[in-house]
């Protein structure tokens, strides 16, 4: 009996909860780690980068005014549908990091529980980060955390996978939506992750991912004034310092990139919340 | 508007003496401990009041800066970083005593120099910057309880640029904390303002404090580019306007340098219908006419529910009416001069523009002395959100009415801004100032208050109003390492 031939995945962008191909219809071949092919890739432009932060735009009311409780269930459902395809992730992270299948699979099982993780992490954060401020006078006041609004992320360029769900993970959980730029030349995973994100109750324009080149879409991003923060952690070598000064236009936050990508099992702490979030302080009189 | 009859109860003048300060004809750097020449041409410093010039003070330059950050970097290594964390809170616990002790000759010379009104200086400045000194002793021994990870560890030497509207309290905001941290500190105060900082130099030597943990190093706009560039300071701390921010960014970018920011604002200062109309129109002087409007988080541009904006402005009107423009050290008086004619020839250029553009000007009968730099207090009606005075910050004594019909309405209004700093809400429904609160997009809300401040409460903005809070215990992460 002649084996079954398999139906390959078309490898899209992931924009406001579609799947489109870019604008600019170009794509770009990715291999694996020993250089065959796996797939023609969407190579994302400036106008899809555009989109992506309409779209981001669009969901941050809602998803930033979501209940903390709500927005926790929704990014652990992530991890709950992630499980469900893990030999899907393995595959991918396998090939594209040329990993063993067991060191692929702790890979997969990682970024699964980080999501879990960042998923308890939703209602803790106005406790642990605000509280009430004894002010000299007859005040309440009080300062709680809030999202700083629109993210663009410039996911590491080695850990296809875990690397990318621990910089998108915190900017969602802390309540901001996110234009990310995967890997470029490990897209495949982000691809199978934007599938987990549409089929995980993550509304969509929350998360979108753009498969594609750093170098190239990440100035417009840094320079984009609808833009409030960039996480810098995967931009090209030699070019951060030309990302921050395009940030400082719009007075962005900006996540520097630390020297080497990080080992990515590492406890994050808060070190990649703090950054996307604002404090906001309210003051009220006390009074009869 | 028509002149009230001269009224039998005119106050008297009440000038607080200013026999209390002693003002040198010429001050330098404090570098190290000692105060020291200046490399630059040295520059004068002005009573806006009266234009008389007060003292002339050395400007730093890149030389001179690079010698404060050296006298820095060595107290960090060799006194203030390895001493026990309780003695560098009992320094700071020494400085806000200090301060205390000389409340009325901060005060007196705040005034002088700035222009601010004595009651100002004396009931708010000058308090709340001891306040900053009390609080921030208590926590430099306590890093471990602040919530920012095991062991927190400060940066190093830190840079940092202060503006003109509160000298001695920008100062306090920045200093304190800075030192509580582990840090020290080479600061440059504005051109115009210089002279409390020099003042605070003095009670630095007076507290023992160890030399080379505070530089002052005086100038204008090329000192503190010096102080940001210098390759060996760890962190810039600046408060000033958006535009220099901006540039500060991008000067740091591609750095190890850490970056605060507390930039401009334009705050909305919302009145819905419901609210107590007497309360609020004193909330919405307090919010755009104390310190003559020189205030960051002034509330500039007010909006009022359309159904009680007849009302509204015609109690702003009448209250304005009773304010007292004069001699910033009278006790009575309201609103002081404009810090400089700089910044006065900017106020009328925007209030020119705000005519031009169509919006209606109105400004009590309100006499401007001869000499120094002054501007009424001044309120445009019929303002459009296009306008320039509804969107450019004036940082003077001008304040722009718009309505709104639904709350949504207002709170698109209220965000509809590139700043983010501060607003205000007016209602007596709970619910209604809890759920616009929620919305509003900026890092201070005022609901049925403005323009209050306290060392525990963080202050700093959203969007291009900066980044980092300055006070309260997320403040001090502006001064340490990245807690993990």
């Known amino acids: 009996m002649s084996e079954r031939l398999s139906v390959r995945k078309t490898y899209k962008l992931y924009v406001n909860g579609a799947f489109p191909r870019s604008e600019s219809g170009r794509t770009y071949e990715v291999t694996d780690a020993r250089g065959s092919f796996l797939a023609n890739v969407a190579r994302a432009s400036r106008k899809d980068a555009r989109d992506a932060v309409v779209a981001a735009r669009a969901a941050f009311p809602k998803w930033s005014g979501a209940t903390a409780y709500n927005r926790g269930q929704v990014l652990y459902r992530v991890a709950e549908v992630m499980e469900g395809r893990s030999a899907q992730f393995c595959e991918e992270v396998a090939a594209l990091e040329g990993l063993s299948t067991s060191k692929a699979r702790a890979a997969v099982d990682a970024a699964v529980d980080r999501w879990v993780w960042y998923a308890g992490w939703t209602d803790k954060l106005a406790a642990v980060l ?140 808060l070190s990649r919340l703090t950054p996307f979030l604002e404090t906001k302080t309210v003051w009220h009189p006390i009074g009869l | ?285 307090l919010g755009i006419f104390s310190n003559q409007g020189h205030v960051c988080c002034a509330g500039s541009r007010l909006l009022v529910q359309e159904d009680v904006h007849d009302e509204v402005v015609a109690s702003l009107q009448r209250r304005i009416g009773t304010l007292r423009l004069g001699d910033p050290l009278d006790k009575n008086t309201d609103i002081g001069a404009i810090n400089s004619h700089l910044q006065l020839a900017r106020i009328r250029e925007l209030v020119d523009i705000g005519e031009a553009e169509g919006a209606q000007r109105w400004q009590p009968a309100c006499e401007l002395p001869e000499r120094g730099f002054w501007f009424p207090p001044t309120v445009f009606t019929d303002v459009s959100p296009a306008h320039r005075i509804a969107r450019d910050e004036v940082f003077g004594p001008v304040l722009s009415v718009l309505t709104f019909r639904t709350p949504d309405e207002a709170v698109a209004k209220a965000n509809n801004t590139t700043y983010g700093l501060s607003a205000g809400i007016w209602s007596e429904k709970g619910s209604r100032i809890l759920a616009i609160a929620d919305r509003l997009r900026a890092g201070v809300v005022w609901a049925n208050t403005f323009n209050r401040f306290d060392p525990t409460s963080p202050f700093g903005g959203y969007k291009q109003s900066g980044y980092g809070r300055e006070g309260g215990r997320v403040g001090l992460a502006a001064y340490l390492k990245e807690a993990r």
């Open chain 2, 1 to 285: 508007m028509t002149t009230a009859p001269p009224s039998p109860f005119e106050y008297a003048p009440a000038p607080e003496s200013r026999s209390i300060v002693d003002i040198a004809p010429s001050y330098g750097l404090f570098v190290d401990g000692e105060f020291v020449d200046g490399s630059g041409t040295p520059f004068t410093t002005v009573d806006p009041a009266t234009e008389e010039v007060l003292s002339e003070v050395a400007a730093g330059t890149a030389e001179d800066v690079d010698r404060a950050v050296k006298a820095a970097r060595r107290a960090f290594t060799r006194t203030w970083g390895p001493m026990r964390p309780a003695d560098r809170g009992k320094y700071l616990f020494r400085i806000a005593r200090l301060l205390q002790e000389r409340a009325r000759e901060f005060a007196v010379l705040e005034s002088l120099d700035n222009g601010k009104p004595i009651r100002e200086s004396r009931d708010v400045d000058v308090p709340l910057a001891a306040a900053h000194f009390f609080y921030h002793a208590g926590w430099a021994d306590k890093l471990d309880w602040a919530g920012l990870g095991p062991g927190p560890r400060p940066l190093g030497v830190a840079g940092q640029v202060i503006p003109w509207n509160f000298p001695l309290l920008m100062l306090a905001w920045k200093v304190a904390p800075a030192l509580a941290t582990g840090n020290t500190v080479v600061l440059k105060p504005a051109e115009t303002t210089p002279l409390t900082a020099l003042l605070f130099a003095e009670v630095c030597r007076q507290a023992d404090l160890p030399p080379g943990v505070v530089n002052i190093v005086t100038g204008a706009g090329d000192t503190g580019r010096a102080v940001v560039e210098h390759e060996d300071v760890d962190k810039v701390a600046f408060t000033g306007s958006t535009e220099v921010g901006k540039s500060i960014a991008r000067a740091v970018a591609g750095t190890r340098k850490k970056l605060t920011l507390e930039l401009g604002g334009k705050a909305a200062n919302i009145v819905f219908d419901d609210a107590p109309i007497d309360q609020a129109v004193e909330g919405i002087v």
């Open chain 1, 130 to 269: 605000g509280g009430v401020n004894p002010v000299a006078g007859p005040y309440v006041d009080f300062s709680l955390p809030e999202p700083t609004g629109v993210v663009a992320v410039l996911a590491p360029q080695r850990s296809s996978l875990l690397g990318l769900v621990s910089v998108l993970a915190p900017v969602l959980a802390g309540g901001n939506t996110a234009v990310v730029v995967t890997s470029r030349n490990r897209p495949l995973p982000a691809v199978t992750l934007g599938e987990v994100l549409a089929t995980s109750d993550v509304p969509g324009g929350v998360a979108n991912l753009l498969t594609g080149d750093a170098g190239e879409i990440g100035p417009w991003l840094a320079e984009h004034d609808d833009v409030d923060a960039v996480d810098l952690t995967g931009a090209p070598a030699g070019q951060a310092m030309e990302l921050e000064r395009l940030a400082a236009g719009s007075v962005k936050r900006v996540l520097r990139p630390p020297a080497e990508e990080p080992d990515w099992t590492a406890d994050p702490g």
